[in-house]
Protein backbone atom coordinates (compact mmCIF):
# COMPACT_ATOMS: atom_id res chain seq x y z
CA UNK A 1 0.00 0.00 0.00
CA UNK A 2 1.01 3.66 -0.75
CA UNK A 3 1.43 5.67 2.27
CA UNK A 4 -1.09 8.53 0.62
CA UNK A 5 -3.65 6.20 -0.62
CA UNK A 6 -6.99 7.78 0.19
CA UNK A 7 -10.53 8.29 -1.46
CA UNK A 8 -10.19 12.03 -2.51
CA UNK A 9 -14.22 11.92 -2.66
CA UNK A 10 -13.66 11.95 1.47
CA UNK A 11 -11.20 14.49 1.40
CA UNK A 12 -13.22 16.50 -0.60
CA UNK A 13 -16.28 16.22 1.31
CA UNK A 14 -14.34 16.58 4.68
CA UNK A 15 -13.50 20.34 3.33
CA UNK A 16 -17.20 20.63 1.86
CA UNK A 17 -18.83 20.30 5.31
CA UNK A 18 -16.04 22.21 6.87
CA UNK A 19 -16.08 25.28 4.21
CA UNK A 20 -20.30 25.14 5.11
CA UNK A 21 -19.30 25.03 9.04
CA UNK A 22 -17.14 28.00 8.55
CA UNK A 23 -20.15 30.00 6.29
CA UNK A 24 -22.72 29.24 8.89
CA UNK A 25 -20.08 30.91 11.47
CA UNK A 26 -19.27 33.53 9.62
CA UNK A 27 -23.71 34.38 9.55
CA UNK A 28 -23.04 33.74 13.26
CA UNK A 29 -20.78 36.49 13.45
CA UNK A 30 -22.04 38.92 10.75
CA UNK A 31 -25.30 39.04 13.31
CA UNK A 32 -23.62 39.96 16.23
CA UNK A 33 -21.98 42.67 14.32
CA UNK A 34 -25.01 44.21 13.00
CA UNK A 35 -27.17 43.64 15.90
CA UNK A 36 -24.76 44.39 19.18
CA UNK A 37 -25.29 47.91 18.38
CA UNK A 38 -28.07 47.97 19.77
CA UNK A 39 -27.26 47.70 23.40
CA UNK A 40 -25.22 51.13 23.18
CA UNK A 41 -28.73 53.41 23.04
CA UNK A 42 -30.20 52.87 25.77
CA UNK A 43 -32.60 55.95 25.47
CA UNK A 44 -34.38 53.99 22.90
CA UNK A 45 -37.00 51.50 24.69
CA UNK A 46 -37.79 49.49 21.99
CA UNK A 47 -33.74 49.40 20.70
CA UNK A 48 -33.06 47.51 24.25
CA UNK A 49 -35.66 45.40 24.02
CA UNK A 50 -34.36 44.05 20.82
CA UNK A 51 -31.05 44.01 22.19
CA UNK A 52 -32.17 41.55 25.20
CA UNK A 53 -34.01 39.61 22.73
CA UNK A 54 -30.38 39.06 20.77
CA UNK A 55 -28.66 38.45 24.05
CA UNK A 56 -31.12 35.74 24.33
CA UNK A 57 -30.78 34.08 21.01
CA UNK A 58 -26.93 34.18 21.25
CA UNK A 59 -26.64 32.94 24.69
CA UNK A 60 -27.30 29.42 23.45
CA UNK A 61 -24.18 29.42 20.74
CA UNK A 62 -21.95 31.16 23.48
CA UNK A 63 -22.52 28.55 25.86
CA UNK A 64 -22.57 25.85 23.44
CA UNK A 65 -20.95 22.59 25.32
CA UNK A 66 -18.75 21.79 21.66
CA UNK A 67 -15.98 23.11 19.76
CA UNK A 68 -17.94 24.76 17.22
CA UNK A 69 -15.65 23.62 14.22
CA UNK A 70 -15.96 19.72 15.40
CA UNK A 71 -17.31 18.48 12.23
CA UNK A 72 -18.63 15.41 14.12
CA UNK A 73 -20.94 17.26 16.30
CA UNK A 74 -24.29 18.07 14.57
CA UNK A 75 -25.97 19.93 17.67
CA UNK A 76 -24.23 22.75 15.79
CA UNK A 77 -26.24 22.45 12.26
CA UNK A 78 -29.53 22.30 15.23
CA UNK A 79 -28.57 25.22 16.83
CA UNK A 80 -27.51 27.41 14.12
CA UNK A 81 -31.06 26.91 12.27
CA UNK A 82 -32.52 27.33 15.81
CA UNK A 83 -30.49 30.48 15.86
CA UNK A 84 -31.32 31.57 12.48
CA UNK A 85 -35.03 31.26 12.95
CA UNK A 86 -34.89 33.29 16.23
CA UNK A 87 -33.20 35.84 13.72
CA UNK A 88 -35.39 36.02 11.34
CA UNK A 89 -38.60 36.65 14.75
CA UNK A 90 -35.74 39.17 15.50
CA UNK A 91 -35.38 41.26 12.22
CA UNK A 92 -39.28 40.77 11.73
CA UNK A 93 -39.92 42.59 14.94
CA UNK A 94 -36.96 45.13 14.52
CA UNK A 95 -38.89 45.64 10.42
CA UNK A 96 -42.02 46.85 12.69
CA UNK A 97 -40.72 48.93 15.38
CA UNK A 98 -37.99 50.46 12.38
CA UNK A 99 -41.37 51.46 10.08
CA UNK A 100 -43.04 52.95 13.94
CA UNK A 101 -39.79 54.90 14.22
CA UNK A 102 -39.32 56.52 10.88
CA UNK A 103 -43.51 57.06 11.01
CA UNK A 104 -42.81 59.34 14.45
CA UNK A 105 -39.88 61.44 12.85
CA UNK A 106 -41.08 64.96 12.27
CA UNK A 107 -37.85 66.17 10.42
CA UNK A 108 -35.35 64.85 8.04
CA UNK A 109 -32.92 64.91 10.72
CA UNK A 110 -34.97 63.14 13.58
CA UNK A 111 -34.55 60.65 10.86
CA UNK A 112 -30.78 60.92 9.69
CA UNK A 113 -30.48 59.92 13.94
CA UNK A 114 -32.08 57.51 13.65
CA UNK A 115 -30.49 56.61 10.52
CA UNK A 116 -27.24 56.39 12.56
CA UNK A 117 -28.03 54.60 15.15
CA UNK A 118 -29.35 51.74 13.24
CA UNK A 119 -27.04 51.85 10.50
CA UNK A 120 -25.28 48.76 12.24
CA UNK A 121 -28.90 46.78 11.79
CA UNK A 122 -29.69 48.33 8.52
CA UNK A 123 -26.39 46.48 7.31
CA UNK A 124 -28.63 43.36 6.78
CA UNK A 125 -30.44 42.44 3.89
CA UNK A 126 -33.84 41.67 5.55
CA UNK A 127 -33.93 45.64 5.98
CA UNK A 128 -32.97 46.68 2.12
CA UNK A 129 -36.65 47.53 1.49
CA UNK A 130 -36.96 49.65 4.53
CA UNK A 131 -33.65 51.87 3.28
CA UNK A 132 -35.84 52.34 0.06
CA UNK A 133 -38.61 53.75 1.80
CA UNK A 134 -36.72 55.86 4.36
CA UNK A 135 -34.68 57.42 1.32
CA UNK A 136 -37.80 57.72 -0.87
CA UNK A 137 -39.26 59.62 1.63
CA UNK A 138 -36.40 61.57 1.83
CA UNK A 139 -36.95 62.55 -1.50
CA UNK A 140 -40.28 63.34 -1.34
CA UNK A 141 -39.06 65.86 1.43
CA UNK A 142 -36.35 67.23 -0.47
CA UNK A 143 -38.26 67.86 -3.62
CA UNK A 144 -40.55 69.67 -1.41
CA UNK A 145 -38.13 71.84 0.02
CA UNK A 146 -37.05 72.31 -3.72
CA UNK A 147 -40.26 73.42 -5.09
CA UNK A 148 -40.64 76.03 -2.01
CA UNK A 149 -37.51 77.63 -3.17
CA UNK A 150 -38.23 78.04 -6.96
CA UNK A 151 -41.24 79.39 -5.94
CA UNK A 152 -39.78 81.97 -3.57
CA UNK A 153 -36.60 82.24 -5.28
CA UNK A 154 -37.30 85.44 -7.43
CA UNK A 155 -39.06 87.34 -5.04
CA UNK A 156 -38.76 85.52 -1.29
CA UNK A 157 -41.46 86.50 1.77
CA UNK A 158 -39.69 89.18 3.74
CA UNK A 159 -40.81 89.71 7.09
CA UNK A 160 -41.93 93.54 7.68
CA UNK A 161 -39.16 94.35 10.23
CA UNK A 162 -36.26 93.70 7.82
CA UNK A 163 -34.80 95.39 5.36
CA UNK A 164 -35.44 93.93 1.61
CA UNK A 165 -31.91 92.08 1.04
CA UNK A 166 -31.56 91.20 4.42
CA UNK A 167 -34.86 89.33 4.90
CA UNK A 168 -33.81 87.89 1.38
CA UNK A 169 -31.27 86.56 2.26
CA UNK A 170 -32.63 85.22 5.78
CA UNK A 171 -34.96 83.34 3.80
Known amino acids: ?3 FDFSEST ?9 RRLEKLVEVITAVAHFSPLAEHEEVEW ?14 L ?7 LDLEVTQFD ?14 VMLRDSI ?12 AQRLLLQLQGVLQRDAFRDELVLIFGSYAVELEAVQMLYEKGKESPPVARNLPPTTGAILW
Open 1 to 3: TKP
Open 11 to 19: IFEIADRFS
Open 47 to 60: MVAASRVFSGITAQ
Open 62 to 68: RSAPYAL
Open 78 to 91: TDYDEFSARIMDLE
Open 99 to 110: HLAFDGTASSEQ
